[in-house]
């Protein structure tokens, strides 16, 4: 054989080896997709003496107003419409020039509730959710007087990225962003992106997601240590942090998307993790009554993209009251109260009280703890039967239930 048949045969070679992992993985993340929809369909109706409907939506989403994204206003209605979101929480940065939260969206549009929120910066750095937002003063106020001003002006107040806060428990809020996708994202090596997205780009490209997300544990450490402190309640957030603009995109020069891997055009953003709503049955969605429920916790977390957790309930029950995430009920003297974590598919369950695991039901959609001690309960929940990929990875993160 020619030596340049020799060297053209040892690239073709190491070129087909160097695309084994991602191959690998097209394949697993096509195993991943199946066992996915297998958990939807497998998945049981909520009881029907349910004291609640449940509304699922988004928070943290910016659009161009307040920069850093190029998103237009009817990109997100038309986002929000198609993924049959029940409400879209927006945080736009502030501009010089004008009210970034009146300017966006507010109100009813396609049938999804927006409510128009801020995301400021605060002078030592933190930052904070507010909604409805306002104009925040020329000298930026640090983060505690900022959520003081805000709940007291009764409005939704929520410290972002609690990791980077030096001193999370200087201020009341009425929770903390345990998780956020943009920074999650940032961990992303972008070569192995690439040939990850070249693989599985025309399979379903969201599952991506699964490579890179991860539970975040300093967030939650965080957030627990502030609720075990003491009398104070902050219950969680996710930020789907959606700005149109993480991933990676290559267009022709007529500007037609030649290759599109964007991590979070807002149609994708929206799939991926989601805050649950809880009503009580006789009350509408509209502002304030998601505003209420916000700021009582009566709410969870989810990551739908790997099932959808509709009906997911955690509830503890005294034997005089039963009461849900956000609420607190009395230790009975000399007994205990009875925690119980209902999922609509088979699951793992893990209970923590006041951050650390305390115990764990496997394998079934329903779990039970008798919580003997006083302290802040939650559950996180995980799903086994979509394999390795998620190890680790919850699907559910519920709001505490407190038990005094
Ligand atoms: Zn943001």
Redesign the pocket.
């Known amino acids: 054989m020619k030596r340049w048949k020799k060297i053209a045969l040892a690239l073709l070679a190491l070129l087909l080896l160097s695309q084994a992992p991602f191959a690998c993985r097209r394949y697993r993340l096509g195993r991943l997709g199946a066992a996915v929809d297998a958990l939807n369909r497998a998945r049981a109706a909520a009881p029907a003496d349910e004291p609640f409907a449940e509304y699922a939506g988004v928070f943290?989403v910016?659009s161009s107003l307040g920069g850093?994204s190029t998103g237009k206003l009817d990109e997100i209605v038309s986002a929000a419409g198609d993924q049959r979101l029940a409400f879209v929480v927006m945080?736009e940065?502030p501009s010089p020039h004008i009210d970034t939260s009146a300017a966006t969206l507010r109100g009813v549009h396609d049938g999804v509730l927006f409510l128009g929120g801020s995301?400021l910066v605060a002078s030592d750095g933190g930052?904070l959710f507010v909604v409805p937002g306002f104009v925040p003063p020329p000298q930026k106020p640090a983060l505690s007087d900022l959520a003081t001003r805000a709940r007291s002006e009764g409005r939704l107040a929520v410290a972002?990225y609690p990791e980077e806060v030096r001193d999370l428990g200087a201020g009341v809020y009425d929770g903390v962003e345990v998780y956020n996708v943009?920074t999650n994202a940032k961990r992303i090596n972008y070569v192995t992106l690439f040939f990850d997205g070249l693989w599985s780009y025309w399979g379903r490209p969201e599952l991506l997601f699964a490579r890179f997300y991860e539970r975040p544990h300093e967030s939650l450490r965080r957030w627990d240590e502030l609720n075990a402190a003491g009398a104070r309640r902050a219950y969680a957030f996710a930020?789907n942090?959606a700005?149109a603009n993480v991933g990676l995109s290559f267009q022709d020069q007529a500007g037609g998307k030649l290759f599109d891997l964007k991590l979070d055009p807002y149609e994708r953003s929206f799939r991926l993790v989601r805050t649950h709503v809880l009503l009580p049955r006789d009350t509408p969605l509209d502002e304030s009554s998601l505003l209420a429920a916000l700021r009582s916790g009566r709410s969870f977390l989810a990551f739908d993209l790997f099932g959808d957790p509709t009906g997911f309930r955690f509830t503890a029950d005294n034997g005089r009251d039963v009461r849900t995430m956000g609420e607190e009920v009395q230790l009975p003297a000399g007994g205990a109260v009875r925690l119980a974590a209902r999922a609509p598919v088979k699951c793992r369950t893990v209970f923590f009280r006041d951050g650390r695991a305390a115990a764990e039901v496997k394998d079934s959609a329903s779990a039970e703890f008798n919580a003997d001690r006083k302290g802040v309960y939650r559950v996180e929940v995980y799903l086994e039967q979509l394999g390795s990929l998620l190890d680790g990875k919850p699907w559910i993160i519920s709001n505490p239930i407190f038990v005094r």
């Open positions: 943290h910016h850093h945080t940065h995301e930052r972002g943009y930020g942090d700005h």
